[in-house]
């Protein structure tokens, strides 16, 4: 049988007559409000006949609301331009106009959603379906067709911001032909095309633009699974889902729980997805089996646990899978004669760190990197979150809320069934209904963290059940008694406090009935603290500064209060040791909070010492203390604070043995402390693996801590940066700013600030210095009101504003903030601060571009001496700036000092500093071209000769620079030969 092909060739033109288009409508359509328009018309789009409806997330259970697809093309006008979808002609006032065939595509695509707003995400999937790309080919394509237009006067492609385009106006169109038929016809019977020997022996699904088929090998009979897809939209569908199903399967290896990808084709039609048989699909499996209607609750939750930890899995490597359902979850028999679920259809899902391919080496085929704020709403409607609707960007409560759904479907024994107000009343469990409730609250930011954490609740269902049933009795029995004290008041005083005696007994002993003699010695210890604790609170801190006290008349400070508290403590607990170390370690957590980082270090000094010598040295409490210390001691940045930090780390590490690589909170302060020493001495690879540790731990264990959880993955986002992956930063730092976990009022508007300047410095180096500017302005006027204009992070922060004018050419503005910034870090924190040496340094680079050469290259040897002397030769930071002032002195000709700064270089702690593979490769370029200064052309020119091919080989040189050695190359040639 002839294979179907699909090329887009006009048909000869059919008589349409043209209509007159309106004009635009008000408001935004995203691809799931044209869907439900589209059904409750029963018609095909905004503007009658021949305006096809995008299905993205389409759900076969509405086959027979959507039109089909418009296949006709045709040739559009308006004013005096004129678009000829078949020739993919462009004319103005009746010329030629020449315009790349990628923008033309996008004009054809709003021209067919005249007044709609077009999302960046379906221009991205139907235009560049297949590719990775990034934001700004979209922002050229649509500027070359404004540019366009305008020499017509027709401006028509109007910006809606963060989410599309919308084209305006009224528009005529004629048809002129028909695309091809791309139906895929398929018959049982039939051999697979490029699979003969597998035949086809049913269809399992069917939607527009692709179908799913089960085949079998008629001797083994074996089975598989094909989706096949026509091109466009569903061909971008499952080559994002080969995608991401390697990324499952490399990342968490061989799962029952998924359907794993055997092969596919993507390069000759029809394309096609083979797959494991996975079973029956939910629904069909619950109609056919009998038994799915006589489980009792337990097995119910049993399997749908099955389904959580594989979605939990998925999101512990960055899938989010967009579209859960019933229809998505497959049903196998295990060899237990148990019932497997397994999770499949990952065609909608979305990669929450783009970056992760590199690492495994994956191609990102069907995966488009955008905007995460241009939302996608795609999905079944059932079980989209309120969010999604409301356009915003997917997250992992996103899955969560259709999670919830489907729990509900499966505890009340119906697939279909929606959950409408009162549903409450068919679960018979209080605490399911609560769990229910936590999945699927309106307001993603009131639902559990994480679907581990509804894991979580529901595997401990019988214990938190005893729990209740215990208090409930608790409660019972202490009502009981207060009547039994009541009717005993009426008797006599005598035995009114015999009652009440045994009444006070009872309830102790209801209450503690079950715990153990040391627990309740233990619990009696507590109160006494939680008593101590609050006596200091109330009559030392809160009684100072009461009408009458000592500080109410000067309103004192918040630093005050802590400075008020910090005096008192060892007095106030002389014999009291744990208590103690508990009001040290909440003091030092204040006081990194105010910036103080050295009286923070001293407080969790004696924390620490204080838990170790009430509980020992290997008590899980003294541990967390201690890499509490190690982060402080960090980000200090002292030379002696960052080698006490090291050494206590691997001290803590060794008596934490092989708890190291466990799955518990101990683990997760472990991956943290390590991640936060290594980034702050700017090495990025260690502390991306621990980062990234910590950032499956604090998911796992801690998904609620908004503020652990944006130190984590802001600085995976800043390694990202670092590492030269632009875009998968920008993705996961605008994915962070859009994460209601992440919301300001949640975790402090510094703590958001910090995320807007991340922001700023990937736009920064993506060259986007309007966008990245007033980002970083904001950012930093926000801290500095925060914490105060001096702060360590205020000044950080004025640096990156300093730098995205010097990126943009704009030399007065950066040298002008570049030297406050220096004066103030000096003036704050010292001479020979690691900070203040890096600005210093920074301050070089800029006294350099603008002009005053002596004064560049002075700062750069004061930043790099200071950082090698004080912090050790291989500091990463010195061996950056030793390498820009070795490249200076180059250029300057001063080719003796410029010899002995490259002898002094390290490609190891270079790459450390600044991951772009070719160190080796730039030093031995850098190495010739100095010596070729020198006169010593046989060896400069062998050295830079090497270099050069593999230097041009990497791609992300400057060419200007390769022009430059290629020129030197070149005029010494013949030169000591």
């Given at each position: 049988m002839a294979q179907t092909r699909y090329a887009c060739i006009a048909s000869p033109p059919s008589p349409v007559p043209a209509r007159i288009l309106p004009g635009p409508r008000s408001g935004v359509l995203t691809a799931a409000s044209r869907n439900l328009q589209a059904v409750h018309r029963g018609g095909a789009g905004g503007h009658g006949e021949g305006f096809p409806v995008a299905a993205r997330g389409y759900d076969p259970g509405m086959s027979q609301a959507l039109p089909p697809p418009d296949d006709r093309v045709y040739r559009w006008r308006f004013g005096a331009v004129e678009f000829d979808e078949a020739r993919h002609e462009l004319r103005v006032s009746g010329l030629p106009v020449e315009v790349e065939h990628k923008p033309l595509q996008v004009l054809a695509l709003l021209l067919r959603h005249v007044g709609e707003v077009v999302t960046k995400?379906?221009?991205?999937?139907?235009?560049?379906?297949?590719?990775?790309?990034?934001?700004?080919?979209?922002?050229?394509?649509?500027?070359?067709?404004?540019?366009?237009?305008?020499?017509?006067?027709?401006?028509?492609?109007?910006?809606?911001?963060?989410?599309?385009?919308?084209?305006?106006?009224?528009?005529?169109?004629?048809?002129?032909?028909?695309?091809?038929?791309?139906?895929?016809?398929?018959?049982?019977?039939?051999?697979?095309?490029?699979?003969?020997?597998?035949?086809?022996?049913?269809?399992?699904?069917?939607?527009?633009?692709?179908?799913?088929?089960?085949?079998?090998?008629?001797?083994?009979?074996?089975?598989?699974?094909?989706?096949?897809?026509?091109?466009?939209?569903?061909?971008?569908?499952?080559?994002?889902?080969?995608?991401?199903?390697?990324?499952?399967?490399?990342?968490?290896?061989?799962?029952?729980?998924?359907?794993?990808?055997?092969?596919?084709?993507?390069?000759?039609?029809?394309?096609?997805?083979?797959?494991?048989?996975?079973?029956?699909?939910?629904?069909?499996?619950?109609?056919?089996?009998?038994?799915?209607?006589?489980?009792?609750?337990?097995?119910?939750?049993?399997?749908?646990?099955?389904?959580?930890?594989?979605?939990?899995?998925?999101?512990?490597?960055?899938?989010?899978?967009?579209?859960?359902?019933?229809?998505?979850?497959?049903?196998?028999?295990?060899?237990?004669?148990?019932?497997?679920?397994?999770?499949?259809?990952?065609?909608?899902?979305?990669?929450?760190?783009?970056?992760?391919?590199?690492?495994?080496?994956?191609?990102?085929?069907?995966?488009?990197?955008?905007?995460?704020?241009?939302?996608?709403?795609?999905?079944?409607?059932?079980?989209?979150?309120?969010?999604?609707?409301?356009?915003?960007?997917?997250?992992?409560?996103?899955?969560?809320?259709?999670?919830?759904?489907?729990?509900?479907?499966?505890?009340?024994?119906?697939?279909?069934?929606?959950?409408?107000?009162?549903?409450?009343?068919?679960?018979?469990?209080?605490?399911?209904?609560?769990?229910?409730?936590?999945?699927?609250?309106?307001?993603?930011?009131?639902?559990?963290?994480?679907?581990?954490?509804?894991?979580?609740?529901?595997?401990?269902?019988?214990?938190?059940?005893?729990?209740?049933?215990?208090?409930?009795?608790?409660?019972?029995?202490?009502?009981?008694?207060?009547?039994?004290?009541?009717?005993?008041?009426?008797?006599?005083?005598?035995?009114?406090?015999?009652?009440?005696?045994?009444?006070?007994?009872?309830?102790?002993?209801?209450?503690?009935?079950?715990?153990?003699?040391?627990?309740?010695?233990?619990?009696?210890?507590?109160?006494?603290?939680a008593e101590a604790v609050a006596a200091f609170l109330s009559d030392d801190l809160l009684g100072a500064l009461s009408p009458g006290g000592s500080g109410y008349e000067r309103d004192p400070t918040v630093r005050e209060v802590l400075e008020l508290a910090s005096s008192q403590v060892a007095e106030r607990f002389p014999d009291d040791p744990a208590t103690r170390g508990g009001v040290h370690a909440a003091l030092g957590q204040a006081w990194r909070t105010l910036g103080d980082r050295e009286r923070s270090v001293a407080h969790l000094r004696e924390a620490e010492r204080d838990y170790a010598r009430a509980f020992g040295p290997a008590d899980p409490l003294t541990l967390r203390t201690r890499y509490a210390l190690v982060r402080t001691l960090a980000y200090s940045n002292t030379a002696a604070h960052i080698t006490e930090a090291g050494a206590l780390l691997d001290a803590t590490d060794a008596m934490l043995g092989t708890g190291l690589h466990g799955d518990d909170d101990l683990a997760l302060d472990a991956a943290y402390a390590r991640g936060v020493f290594h980034f702050q001495q700017l090495q990025i690879e260690p502390a991306m693996q621990a980062y990234r540790r910590a950032d499956r731990l604090q998911r796992l264990l801690r998904p609620d801590d908004a503020l652990m959880a944006a130190t984590i993955r802001e600085n995976l986002a800043d390694g990202t940066l670092r590492q030269g992956d632009l875009a998968g930063a920008v993705a996961q730092l605008r994915a962070m700013l859009a994460d209601p976990l992440f919301d300001a009022r949640r975790i402090g508007e510094g703590k958001a600030a910090g995320h807007r300047i991340m922001l700023a410095r990937a736009l920064r180096n993506l060259g986007r210095y309007d966008e990245a500017l007033p980002l970083a302005e904001a950012a930093a006027a926000a801290t500095g009101r925060i914490l105060g204009p001096d702060d360590y992070t205020t000044l950080v922060q004025l640096s990156t504003v300093a730098s995205i004018h010097d990126y943009a050419g704009r030399c007065g503005q950066a040298l002008e903030i570049a030297r406050v910034v220096r004066a103030r870090m000096a003036a704050r924190y010292g001479e020979e601060r690691q900070a203040t040496l890096i600005e210093t340094g920074n301050l070089g680079f800029k006294e350099y571009d603008c002009g005053d050469r002596e004064a560049g290259l002075d700062h750069l040897r004061r930043a790099e001496r200071g950082l090698r002397e004080r912090y050790g030769a291989d500091n990463v930071a010195a061996h950056s700036f030793r390498y820009a002032l070795a490249r200076a002195l180059a250029d300057e000709g001063r080719h003796e000092e410029g010899l002995r700064a490259v002898d002094g270089l390290s490609v190891e702690a270079l790459t450390a500093g600044d991951s772009t593979p070719g160190w080796e490769h730039r030093l031995r370029a850098l190495r010739g071209r100095l010596l070729l200064q020198a006169g010593d052309l046989a060896a400069g020119r062998e050295l830079l000769a090497g270099a050069l091919p593999a230097l041009e080989a990497l791609g992300s040189e400057d060419p200007e620079d390769i022009a430059r050695l290629r020129a030197l190359l070149a005029t010494t040639a013949g030169g000591g030969e």
């Amino acid at each position: 049988m002839a294979q179907t092909r699909y090329a887009c060739i006009a048909s000869p033109p059919s008589p349409v007559p043209a209509r007159i288009l309106p004009g635009p409508r008000s408001g935004v359509l995203t691809a799931a409000s044209r869907n439900l328009q589209a059904v409750h018309r029963g018609g095909a789009g905004g503007h009658g006949e021949g305006f096809p409806v995008a299905a993205r997330g389409y759900d076969p259970g509405m086959s027979q609301a959507l039109p089909p697809p418009d296949d006709r093309v045709y040739r559009w006008r308006f004013g005096a331009v004129e678009f000829d979808e078949a020739r993919h002609e462009l004319r103005v006032s009746g010329l030629p106009v020449e315009v790349e065939h990628k923008p033309l595509q996008v004009l054809a695509l709003l021209l067919r959603h005249v007044g709609e707003v077009v999302t960046k995400e379906e221009l991205f999937e139907t235009v560049w379906a297949g590719r990775v790309t990034v934001d700004h080919v979209l922002a050229t394509a649509i500027g070359k067709l404004r540019k366009a237009l305008d020499a017509g006067g027709e401006s028509r492609i109007v910006t809606v911001p963060r989410i599309g385009y919308r084209f305006e106006g009224p528009v005529e169109r004629i048809a002129v032909g028909h695309r091809p038929s791309a139906e895929l016809t398929f018959e049982p019977g039939q051999p697979v095309p490029g699979r003969e020997h597998f035949l086809l022996e049913r269809p399992l699904g069917q939607t527009l633009g692709s179908e799913v088929w089960l085949a079998r090998q008629p001797r083994s009979r074996e089975a598989r699974v094909f989706k096949f897809a026509r091109g466009g939209e569903r061909l971008s569908a499952i080559k994002r889902e080969a995608t991401l199903m390697r990324v499952l399967r490399d990342t968490l290896g061989e799962r029952d729980d998924f359907v794993r990808v055997l092969d596919w084709n993507f390069e000759t039609e029809p394309c096609f997805l083979e797959c494991e048989y996975g079973g029956e699909s939910l629904p069909e499996w619950a109609g056919a089996h009998a038994e799915f209607a006589g489980w009792d609750q337990a097995r119910r939750l049993d399997f749908f646990l099955q389904v959580a930890v594989a979605v939990d899995a998925a999101h512990g490597v960055g899938v989010l899978h967009k579209d859960i359902k019933p229809a998505n979850i497959l049903v196998r028999p295990r060899r237990d004669g148990g019932w497997q679920a397994c999770l499949t259809d990952f065609g909608s899902s979305r990669l929450l760190q783009p970056g992760r391919l590199a690492e495994l080496g994956i191609t990102g085929l069907g995966l488009t990197v955008t905007r995460p704020d241009a939302g996608s709403s795609g999905g079944t409607p059932l079980y989209l979150a309120p969010e999604l609707v409301a356009g915003q960007p997917p997250t992992v409560r996103s899955d969560l809320y259709a999670l919830g759904v489907l729990l509900y479907q499966l505890l009340v024994g119906d697939l279909r069934r929606p959950m409408a107000p009162g549903w409450e009343r068919d679960i018979d469990d209080p605490l399911l209904v609560e769990d229910i409730s936590r999945a699927t609250d309106g307001d993603p930011a009131r639902r559990l963290g994480s679907v581990a954490g509804l894991a979580e609740r529901l595997a401990s269902l019988p214990r938190r059940r005893e729990e209740a049933r215990q208090r409930a009795d608790t409660a019972r029995s202490a009502e009981q008694a207060q009547r039994a004290l009541e009717q005993a008041r009426a008797r006599r005083p005598w035995i009114a406090a015999t009652i009440g005696m045994l009444s006070i007994g009872l309830v102790a002993s209801s209450l503690l009935w079950y715990r153990s003699e040391r627990l309740r010695e233990a619990a009696a210890m507590q109160a006494a603290r939680a008593e101590a604790v609050a006596a200091f609170l109330s009559d030392d801190l809160l009684g100072a500064l009461s009408p009458g006290g000592s500080g109410y008349e000067r309103d004192p400070t918040v630093r005050e209060v802590l400075e008020l508290a910090s005096s008192q403590v060892a007095e106030r607990f002389p014999d009291d040791p744990a208590t103690r170390g508990g009001v040290h370690a909440a003091l030092g957590q204040a006081w990194r909070t105010l910036g103080d980082r050295e009286r923070s270090v001293a407080h969790l000094r004696e924390a620490e010492r204080d838990y170790a010598r009430a509980f020992g040295p290997a008590d899980p409490l003294t541990l967390r203390t201690r890499y509490a210390l190690v982060r402080t001691l960090a980000y200090s940045n002292t030379a002696a604070h960052i080698t006490e930090a090291g050494a206590l780390l691997d001290a803590t590490d060794a008596m934490l043995g092989t708890g190291l690589h466990g799955d518990d909170d101990l683990a997760l302060d472990a991956a943290y402390a390590r991640g936060v020493f290594h980034f702050q001495q700017l090495q990025i690879e260690p502390a991306m693996q621990a980062y990234r540790r910590a950032d499956r731990l604090q998911r796992l264990l801690r998904p609620d801590d908004a503020l652990m959880a944006a130190t984590i993955r802001e600085n995976l986002a800043d390694g990202t940066l670092r590492q030269g992956d632009l875009a998968g930063a920008v993705a996961q730092l605008r994915a962070m700013l859009a994460d209601p976990l992440f919301d300001a009022r949640r975790i402090g508007e510094g703590k958001a600030a910090g995320h807007r300047i991340m922001l700023a410095r990937a736009l920064r180096n993506l060259g986007r210095y309007d966008e990245a500017l007033p980002l970083a302005e904001a950012a930093a006027a926000a801290t500095g009101r925060i914490l105060g204009p001096d702060d360590y992070t205020t000044l950080v922060q004025l640096s990156t504003v300093a730098s995205i004018h010097d990126y943009a050419g704009r030399c007065g503005q950066a040298l002008e903030i570049a030297r406050v910034v220096r004066a103030r870090m000096a003036a704050r924190y010292g001479e020979e601060r690691q900070a203040t040496l890096i600005e210093t340094g920074n301050l070089g680079f800029k006294e350099y571009d603008c002009g005053d050469r002596e004064a560049g290259l002075d700062h750069l040897r004061r930043a790099e001496r200071g950082l090698r002397e004080r912090y050790g030769a291989d500091n990463v930071a010195a061996h950056s700036f030793r390498y820009a002032l070795a490249r200076a002195l180059a250029d300057e000709g001063r080719h003796e000092e410029g010899l002995r700064a490259v002898d002094g270089l390290s490609v190891e702690a270079l790459t450390a500093g600044d991951s772009t593979p070719g160190w080796e490769h730039r030093l031995r370029a850098l190495r010739g071209r100095l010596l070729l200064q020198a006169g010593d052309l046989a060896a400069g020119r062998e050295l830079l000769a090497g270099a050069l091919p593999a230097l041009e080989a990497l791609g992300s040189e400057d060419p200007e620079d390769i022009a430059r050695l290629r020129a030197l190359l070149a005029t010494t040639a013949g030169g000591g030969e």
